[in-house]
C-alpha cells in the first residue's frame, strides 16, 4: 500500500513577503476592476491610454502581483526579492501613497468633511483603505539588513547592513541588504566608534571597554557572564565610580591626570546626545592603495542596533 507523502508545514523564510505583496495587488486590482464595471468599461479604459498615473499603477500592479525574480531562500529570510524589484516597488508605492492623499485632499477641501465621510461609507471604506495599502507596501520594501543578529552564530544585523564571521577560516562577509559588499580577512577588520548616545545623556567618543574572554584554568568573575548585555549597566556604574574616585582619592595614590573622555563624556544641558555612528574599517598591509579603507559607515538608531555593534566589535578583537 502506498504512502501518501506528508505535506511539510516549516515555510521557508521571505514567504509570507511574498504573499502579503501579491494579496495587496490582488486587492488593488480587484477594486479597480470594480470600479470599471460601475461606469463605462471603454470609456474607462480610452481613459486610461491617456493618463500617465494610470499607466503608472497599472505597471506598479505588474509587478506587485507577478514579482519578477522573487523567491524565498533560507539564507535571505528578509530579502526574498531582487533589489531592483525592492526599489521599484517602493518608488511606486510613494508615488502611488502621495497621489491618493493628493486626490483624496482634493475631494475633502472641494466638498466638506460631511460628503467625505458620506464618501468613505459609500465605498466601504476604500479611502482610506487605499493609502494604507500603498504605505503598507512601502514599508514590507523598506531598507533592511538581510537577517537578524544571531551572536552564537556570528551574525549581525547593524541599520541596512549584515556582517557575518566564520571562525574557522577567518573571514568576514558584509551584505548591504541584499548587495554583497565584499568579503575580509577578520583580523584586517576593525570598528570605529565615532560618537555614541549613552544613558544619562552622555556622549561617547571612544568604543565601550569589553572584558576579555576568560583564561582557560582561571575561573571568569561574576561579572563578566554576560559581556555584551551588560555593558550599558557598567558604562553608568563605570561613570559613578569614577566620578566617586575623582571625589575621593585614596590615600598614597599616585596623581593620574583627568581622563579626557569625562569631560567629553558630559553633553551639554539642554542639547540632545548625538546619534550613534560606527565605522567598519579594513586596514590590509598586503592590499596597496587599501589601508584604512571604510567599508560601511552608518548609525545606530535602535537599540538593538548598539548591542550589534558592540558584539561585532567584541567578536573582530576575539578573533
Known sequence: MARTRPTPTATVPGAGTLFALRAIGLVILARWLHSMAQMNFVAALEGMASSPAASLNLVFLFLLIVLPGARARVERPFHPLPQWLRQALRFFGVLG?????GSIGVFVWT???RRTFHAVADTNGWLVAAPALYAAVVWICRPRAL???NFAARRFAIGRFAVSIDAATRTTVVWQESRKVGQYD????SVRWLTGALQGGAVASRPALLPAPAQPGHPAPA????PVAAVDCADSSAALGAGQSAATPEPGAPASPRPASASSAA????KPARRA???LLWDSPAAAGHNRQTVFRVGLGSEGDRTAARALDAALKQV
Not at 577578520?186 to 577588520?189: F, M, V, W
Open 111 to 113: 466638498a466638506g468633511w
Open 186 to 189: 577578520a583580523r584586517e577588520l
Open 97 to 101: 501613497f502621495l497621489f491618493a492623499i
Open 277 to 279: 555612528k560606527i565605522e
Open 267 to 270: 553633553a551639554p544641558a539642554g
Open 147 to 149: 537577517w537578524r543578529s
Open 223 to 226: 561579572g563578566v557572564a554576560e
